[in-house]
């Protein structure tokens, strides 16, 4: 079994950071792929960026410029840096991972983390 554990949520004001973090840990065979996922109340969860560990990284058009994406292979851990926050970046944050896959839009990933919430407010 493998657990993903996220932290780093919170709130913060319009145009601060908060940096994401999620460790994946148990019996891990191999992870080919890591991203974030965000649901904001009402509505469908959407892919907000992955990378792989060979470090190809995807970016959803609303948050070019803004988030990056990094990854720790050695420690199974990748990172969400966020920065310029909008009030409607405002959701759950959640983890994935996946053995063989590249996390997409799409897709029933392997291993998903309880999620962590942001909250972009003055």
């Known amino acids: 079994q493998v657990q993903l554990v996220e932290s780093g949520g919170g709130l913060v004001q319009p145009g601060g950071s908060l940096r994401l973090s999620c460790a994946a840990s148990?019996?891990?065979?191999?992870?080919?792929?890591m991203g974030w996922f965000r649901q904001a109340p009402g509505k469908q969860r959407e892919l907000v960026a992955s990378i792989t560990k060979g470090g190809s990284r995807n970016f959803m058009d609303f948050v070019q410029g803004r988030f990056t994406i990094s990854i720790d292979n050695a420690k199974n851990t990748v990172y969400l840096q966020m920065n310029s926050l909008k009030p409607e970046d405002t959701a759950v944050y959640y983890c994935?991972?996946?053995?063989?896959?590249?996390?997409?839009?799409?897709?029933?990933?392997?291993?998903w983390g309880q999620g962590t919430q942001v909250t972009v407010s003055s």
């Open positions: 148990g019996r891990i065979t191999s992870i080919y792929s």
């Open positions: 994935t991972a996946d053995r063989f896959r590249a996390i997409a839009s799409g897709g029933d990933y392997d291993y």
